[in-house]
C-alpha cells in the first residue's frame, strides 16, 4: 500500500478536513485528520491497520498497548492481526492516561505502543511512561498518520502508513488567527 493508496481512503471517508484547527498538541494547523471517520469503516480499519501490524510483525512484541480514545480501534485491529492481546490506557479525571479496568503488563513484556495520528508524540509518551513503571519493555511505536516531520524520537522505532508535512502554528503565530478564523477541535 503507498502514501497515496492511504491518502485516498483518507479522502474517500471524508477524514482529511481542511480548515482551521486547534490540535490535542496546542499547536494549529489547515489540515487535520479525523481517523474516526475512516475507522468507522470496519474494512478501511482492517486494511489499514493490517498493513500497520505487517510493518511491525518483527518487532518481537507480546502485547499492544494505545490511548484511548484516538488509538483504541487501530490498536485492536493491529493486535488482532498480529495475534496479540490488547489493552490501552485512558484518561483519569485530570485528563491524565492512566492503566484501569485491572488491565495488567507483565515485568519484562514486550510492549508495541499504537496511536491513530502522531504530531508531538504527547500521549505517546505518556503511554511510554506507563509501560515502563509497570515493567513492560517498549519494543516500537506505530501509528497510522505521522505528521511529526521527525522531530519526535520515543526511544525505540516508530513505524507508519503515512508521513506527511502538514504545517502546523503556534497559536501566538498562527496566521489563520491573524485573519480572524477560530480553530475548531474535531476530535473532541
Excluded at 32 to 61: D, M, S
Excluded at 77 to 86: D, F, K, Q, S, Y
Excluded at 124 to 137: K, N, P, S
Amino acid at each position: 500500500m503507498t502514501d497515496g493508496d492511504v491518502l485516498q481512503i483518507f479522502r474517500d471517508t471524508q477524514a482529511l478536513l481542511n480548515g482551521h484547527f486547534l490540535l490535542r498538541s496546542g499547536l494549529h494547523s489547515r489540515q487535520y485528520f479525523q481517523c474516526a471517520l475512516v475507522l468507522q469503516y470496519p474494512r478501511h480499519a482492517e486494511t489499514l491497520c493490517t498493513v500497520l501490524a505487517a510493518k511491525l510483525r518483527n518487532a518481537g512484541a507480546q502485547l499492544v498497548i494505545s490511548p484511548a480514545m484516538g488509538g483504541l480501534f487501530i490498536g485492536h485491529e493491529v493486535a488482532r492481526a498480529l495475534g496479540l492481546r490488547h489493552i490501552f490506557v485512558e484518561k483519569d479525571a485530570a485528563g491524565n492516561l492512566e492503566l484501569r479496568r485491572n488491565f495488567q503488563i507483565a515485568p519484562g513484556e514486550k510492549v508495541l505502543v499504537v496511536e491513530d495520528v502522531i504530531t508531538k508524540g504527547g500521549r505517546v509518551q505518556e503511554t511510554l511512561a506507563i509501560v515502563r513503571a509497570a515493567g513492560g519493555e517498549p519494543v516500537a511505536v506505530g501509528t497510522l498518520v505521522d505528521r511529526s516531520q521527525g522531530a519526535v524520537n520515543f526511544g525505540v522505532r516508530l513505524e507508519s502508513l503515512l508521513q506527511l508535512h502538514i504545517e502546523t502554528f503556534a497559536a501566538a503565530a498562527c496566521p489563520l488567527c491573524r485573519e480572524g478564523s477560530q480553530p475548531v477541535k474535531p476530535g473532541s
